[in-house]
């Protein structure tokens, strides 16, 4: 099992002490997890009833079914599953996303415990232990955004894993011939355009489409990254390489109040690497198309540019918070090829 640090911060507390009871840090022999289980964007809840039946529920609710950010409708951030403790045994351990909710009067206020691969493999499991509904309230109102990016993070690093043993050949041989660097798109998407310092890849469906797209822009623009500017480059390289059915129309951010649709901002991943991120939506100038998309900007100092990987859905008739994921994994695995 892997498990994380801990840190002390007001009146919340992170400890592991419960959820690591069963599990040695000086292991004597390995156990072997079997494979977890549950869809993409599937949530488990474990909670008390005297938790439950008051209104921590809706604060519950509102954390893991509240609304996934830079999406044109509606769409939880989980798919979320509820039961009572004396329910959780046998094919509810195996879950991949496990958060547990306990009433314990002995708390001061919270304490909340993170772990990983407790059962199965892979799985994020978090224990949150509360002294009252109030105390539990309060602690989801200021910490929701780490509560959930436990499991955000969860979903995209088995994302990338599933795409690095599966994955489009073509568009990989592709990113290596025009910029030198490795990605790992879903295996679906086969259609390709090349343009000068861009590539554009698609499963070229008419619902679910899941579209990839990779261009350059200086280095010198990495300082106003998180900035109007970036946007203007991506409108830029988006109107010289998607073009519409006529010379009025080609990919544009969506703007309202003369204003982009967008949010920015800096993140590490996984391995470390420092990026900056954009998600928002897009459209067809004065057409009718459009969706979200997610991108990732790396600086390649070697080169002297910034390597923006971008990710864009259309999916008219059905859900796109899964395909976003997809996608946003599939940014993430893009690195020089060689490494």
Known sequence: MKRNGFFRTGWLVMVLAALMSACDGQEKKKVSLGASQGLPGELLLIVDPSLWNTDARDSLESVFQGSMPALPQNEPVFRMMRIFPENYSGRFSMMRNIVEVREDPKVKEVEMGVAYNVKAVPQVYVSVKARDAAALNRFLSEYRDRLTGYFVEGELRWEADRLKRKYSKMVDDASREIFGWSVKTPSEIRSIKKGEDFLWASTDRLDQDMNYVCYSVPLADSAKMLTARWVELRDSAMKRNIPGSTPE???????????????????????????????????????????????????????????????????????????????????????????
């Open 249 to 339: 129309n080609w990919m544009t951010t969506t703007y309202e109040n003369d204003e982009p649709l967008v949010m920015q901002r800096r993140v590490e991943l996984p391995d470390g690497r420092k990026v900056y991120e954009m998600r928002g939506l897009w459209e067809m100038r004065k057409g009718a198309l459009g969706g979200p998309f997610v991108s990732l900007a790396y600086p390649d100092s070697a080169h002297g540019r910034m390597l923006v990987a971008e990710g864009f859905i259309y999916s008219p008739r059905s859900k796109k918070r899964d395909l976003v994921r997809r996608m946003e994994a599939a940014l993430r695995t893009l690195m020089p090829a060689g490494k």
